[in-house]
């Protein structure tokens, strides 16, 4: 399959004054191929969101390219970028926000397809609520007549509505019950086996992840620290950070091993070498001073580390 | 059962000024040195019980019947229940950012609790806060002390929340979602915390919508749905072997972090209903797969086997 | 934290200079405003008005005659009155300050027990009777003009029930100085602060009670009840840290405001010889030296008061000290 999307050593920094830098996002590369599902994951701070942003053309990175399907879109204008927004789109957490209380969620959802100018604007609608798996009828109604479950439906169709080739998706079930995240997940599923599109989901739920994405990137501190087919990352660890993930997660089935120490060290001065290395159950001397590059490992896998597991 | 009965719950319901009613009638128990798991959707009432418990729901009109040791605490005067309140019965909540007043030092508002309840000078209380601190595993805890709210990590400031609720020694420890806005390395060490003040002999009733957590930190487990419990149980138990519907329903949803992945999750169709429009019958009739005739009669919680108990017609003698 | 004084105090400097910038053009763009005719009197001769704007310097570009003024203001202090010959204007300012500190001060202390009992009593009894009393009251205290109240309470005290017990020790209009007698210093100020501190009390006593109850939905406030802390700790000690630092800000510039001259109707209807009363005599006499002295001085206060409300800003919340709001 064709590459779609495609990052060159992506960075993005924020100066946040009195000469600190915050390094969100450094040197990460990576592809996303047409119809394919890419999954960032990682704590709180590590960058995966300004990832998903930049990729999208968003966020302008600091330096590196962004590509789609062949053609560079990192650092276009805004009136430039106008006919790829067509192309990706982006579903947020919150799914409240994203609709404007006082329209009925039709006018919401035609929005888009005016603004494009498309042609068929009550068909199109129609048949966009149909593939998230709500009534036709609902299109005159107010956001707020729906519940959560329902409202990222529609935020799903929204994203939709242009036919884009990419979804981007920041936590898209999160702040759902279980009950309803499964449905949403399970709608992914269908969308990308019925419209072919390619999704990247952020998100920091590992079991979620494991069932929505082919392929994961695992990130730590604005890095991405190990990469390949999902069920293989999840179930073979091969980075020790990715492991201390796995682990930490409460199963119903297993006792929790011991928890890593500390928390996430702050990416205003992130630790010298494997920035992993201060939390690292089997880190060497090595790991502190020498930062270790993403390398292939086998299986179409990548991983950044000196002692892989 | 030989352990000290701590908390018994029977029957407790909350309405709305308006006639609304929030609690359908729950009913739960709790021993010393017990970890009980309140498990449930948004809306089904597990955080309403909790405050209920703690006396923090000053607008709502409860019934029923809260045994805390032996006390009734439904009615009970404000007066008197300030005095449980903190000292025997201590809370911790979601996000502890929030929950710190955040313009006053960790320690200073730690000491508070410490003095609200016992008649010490600043100075004993600050020795115990920082003692705290540092049974909690947060290091340098004489200079933590000194900190604000903002400028602790998320999971200091949790363990930080955790020694301000232990600054009393209660016999009941009541987490809301302790550990919801924590990442995930960090949620594993606050659970093994909790464990351990378990172990030590406290009663602990932990608040989640995460069945993960609750296998890791409690001994038994309420599954709540719309405004009761449906099905209450051993944590081993329950989650081996769930019997009512809703439970079930619940645990096959959670994605499998490994074997075989599914093509589909199973899915629950449908949503909770809201308190307004509950059905008079079972609650979960209208979502459920073995609907029958008889679930338009709601079913008690009735005890099944030996510490197990199910609101569910399946099971019926 | 030098650079950051050192910034501050630039940014200070600039408004100052702004504002008499302002001041300076916009009297001499006002039609009939010529200082010339206003001090050469009425029918004067072209040979005098030609005299007088030579050595007044009005014929001089209008940059040269400003960079002067501003000489005799800030550094020779010997600018002199266009209306009073000879009367310089910054002893004038000078020994009117302190008339006007005493009045803010006293109306400060009861605008702030007012409404700090107001605001705390209405919002603890929320919605119940009291509560609505309290808030239409306030409503009325702050709708009331502070001229037409004082120009009441002056008739009722000094001419129609001055003769009674209740107001026989209410002395004539006028300031008493604190160093002559400070009971009667006392007693010339306290119906026109009083006066002046009305609407502010009903003002601030809203503010508060609409900050505390927001205050009260907090988690922080659930925790501290949790924390078994009875409802007078958990309104006064928790709630009102949470809500005064809007009241806090709101007051520092009220009060810059009122001690720069803003309390001129006050003054004026009780006779009080204050900055603001010296405002109103220059605005009446179209004076522009003594106009740009007051202004200048009430400019000083306000920008001082605002760096001051963002130095006790940081010191009640550790938030905006560490640089960053929430979180």
């Given at each position: 399959m064709s590459v779609l999307l495609e990052a060159r050593n992506l960075e993005k920094s924020y100066r946040l004054g009195r000469g600190r830098v915050l390094h969100?996002?450094?040197?990460v590369s990576l592809q996303v191929r047409k119809g394919e599902a890419l999954a960032l994951v990682g704590e709180s701070g590590c960058g995966k969101s300004t990832l998903g942003r930049t990729l999208i053309g968003l966020t302008q990175p600091t330096s590196g390219k962004v590509l789609f399907d062949g053609q560079e879109?990192?650092?276009?204008?805004d009136r430039a970028m106008r006919p790829w927004r067509a192309r990706m789109q982006m579903v947020f957490?919150?799914?409240?926000?994203?609709?404007?209380?006082?329209?009925t969620v039709g006018e919401s959802l035609a929005e888009p397809l005016r603004i494009h100018r498309r042609h068929g604007v009550r068909e199109r609608v129609a048949e966009l609520l149909d593939q998230v798996g709500l009534?036709?009828?609902?299109?005159?109604?107010?956001?707020?007549?729906?519940s959560g479950g329902q409202r990222q439906r529609l935020n799903i169709a929204r994203a939709l509505a242009l036919g884009p080739e990419l979804l981007v998706a920041d936590?898209?079930?999160?702040?759902?019950?279980v009950s309803v995240q499964a449905q949403i997940v399970n709608l992914f599923g269908d969308l990308r086996a019925s419209l072919g599109v390619a999704c990247i989901f952020i998100s920091h739920d590992l079991s979620v992840v494991r069932q929505m994405a082919d392929r994961i990137a695992v990130m730590y501190l604005g890095s991405i620290v190990e990469e390949g087919n999902g069920l293989n990352v999840l179930d073979r660890p091969a980075h020790p950070y990715t492991k201390a993930l796995l682990d930490a997660v409460?199963?119903?089935?297993r006792a929790l091993p011991p928890p890593l120490q500390g928390d996430v060290p702050s990416p205003v001065n992130p630790p010298s070498g494997c920035r992993f290395h201060t939390r690292?159950?089997?880190?060497?001397?090595?790991c502190a001073t020498e930062r270790p590059v993403l390398q292939p490992s086998g299986e179409g896998r990548q991983v950044a580390c000196h002692y892989p597991l | 059962m030989d352990a000290e009965q701590l908390l018994d719950i029977q029957g407790l319901k909350l309405n709305l000024?308006?006639?609304?009613?929030?609690?359908e009638g729950v009913s739960l128990r709790l021993n010393a040195g017990e970890a009980l798991g309140v498990v449930g959707e948004s809306g089904s009432g597990k955080s309403l019980t909790a405050m209920s418990v703690m006396g923090l729901l000053p607008g709502l009109k409860a019934s029923g019947s809260i045994l805390f040791s032996g006390q009734?605490?439904?009615?009970?005067p404000d007066k008197v229940m300030r005095k449980l309140r903190g000292a025997r019965i201590a809370m911790i909540f979601q996000d502890p950012m929030t929950a710190?007043?955040?313009?006053?030092s960790i320690g200073a508002q730690i000491d508070e609790q410490i003095r609200l309840h016992h008649r010490v000078s600043r100075r004993e209380a600050r020795a115990r806060t920082v003692q705290l601190l540092e049974r909690m595993g947060v290091p340098d805890p004489a200079m933590a002390a000194k900190?604000?709210?903002?400028?602790?990590s998320g999971g200091l400031r949790q363990r930080a929340m955790i020694a301000m609720a232990l600054s009393c020694t209660p016999a009941l420890l009541i987490a809301d979602e302790?550990?919801?806005?924590?990442?995930v390395t960090v949620q594993a060490q606050i659970l093994t915390l909790l464990r351990e003040i378990r172990e030590e002999g406290a009663g602990v009733m932990l608040i989640t919508h995460d069945m993960g957590v609750v296998a890791q930190a409690c001994t038994h487990v309420a599954v709540m749905y719309s405004g009761l419990v449906v099905e209450n149980g051993p944590v081993r138990d329950v989650l081996d072997r769930p019997l009512h519907p809703y439970t079930q329903a619940l645990l096959a949803a959670i994605p499998p972090l490994d074997g075989p992945r599914p093509e589909r999750l199973p899915t629950i169709s449908g949503q909770p209903p809201t308190p307004d429009n509950?059905?008079?019958?079972?609650?979960f009739a209208p979502r459920?797969?073995?609907?029958?005739?008889?679930?338009?009669v709601r079913p008690p919680l009735t005890?099944?086997?030996?510490?197990r108990r199910v609101a569910c017609v399946l099971y019926a003698a | 934290m030098i650079r950051s004084f050192l910034s501050r105090t630039g940014q200070m400097a600039l408004v100052i200079f702004g504002i008499s910038v302002l001041v300076f053009c916009i009297f001499f763009a006002t039609?009939?405003?010529?200082p010339t005719a206003r001090i050469a009197g009425?029918?004067?001769?072209p040979q005098v008005m030609a005299r007088i704007r030579a050595e007044y310097g009005f014929d001089r570009p209008l940059p040269v005659q400003y960079v002067r003024m501003m000489e005799k203001l800030?550094?020779?202090?010997?600018?002199?009155s266009f209306v009073n010959?000879?009367?310089?204007?910054v002893p004038e300012v000078v020994s009117a300050a302190p008339v006007t500190l005493s009045l803010v001060v006293w109306a400060a202390f009861f605008w702030v027990v007012g409404s700090l009992v107001i605001g705390v009593a209405s919002a603890v009894l929320r919605d119940s009777w009291v509560d609505r009393l309290l808030m239409v009251l306030g409503l009325i205290g702050l709708s009331m003009p502070v001229f037409w109240l004082g120009e009441v309470i002056n008739l009722f005290t000094q001419s129609?029930?001055?003769?009674?017990?209740?107001?026989?020790w209410v002395p004539p209009l006028g300031y008493v100085p604190l160093s002559q007698s400070p009971i009667g210093w006392a007693k010339s100020l306290l119906l026109p602060s009083l006066t002046l501190s009305v609407s502010f009390m009903g003002l601030y006593a809203r503010i508060l009670r609409s900050e505390l109850l927001s205050a009260m939905g907090e988690d922080s406030i659930r925790t501290a009840r949790a924390k078994g802390a009875g409802p007078a700790r958990v309104w006064l000690w928790h709630g009102l840290r949470l809500s005064w630092l809007s009241y806090v800000s709101l007051f520092g510039l009220d009060f810059a405001q009122l001690l720069g001259g803003g309390a001129l109707l006050t003054e004026v209807v009780f006779a009080l010889p204050g900055v603001g009363r010296l405002t109103y005599q220059a605005l009446a006499t179209l004076d522009l030296p003594l106009i740009m002295a007051t202004v200048m001085y009430a400019a000083v206060f306000v920008v001082i008061a605002n760096a001051l409300v963002d130095g006790l800003y940081a010191l009640l919340d550790p938030r905006i000290r560490d640089g960053q709001h929430g979180r």
């Open positions: 969100a996002v450094s040197g879109i990192s650092g276009l204008s957490q919150d799914s409240s926000a994203a609709f404007n209380p006082r329209r009534s036709q009828s609902v299109a005159g109604r107010f956001p707020h007549e729906f936590e898209p079930v999160s702040a759902l019950d409460p199963r119903p089935d690292c159950p089997i880190a060497q001397p090595r | 000024p308006d006639g609304t009613r929030l609690l009734e605490l439904v009615n009970l710190f007043l955040p313009v006053r900190r604000y709210p903002h400028q602790l302790p550990t919801t806005a924590l990442d509950r059905p008079t019958g079972c609650v459920c797969s073995f609907v029958r005739s008889e679930c338009a005890e099944i086997e030996e510490g | 039609p009939g405003a010529d009425r029918g004067a001769s800030f550094v020779t202090r010997d600018l002199t010959h000879g009367q310089k204007v129609r029930w001055h003769d009674t017990w209740l107001f026989r």
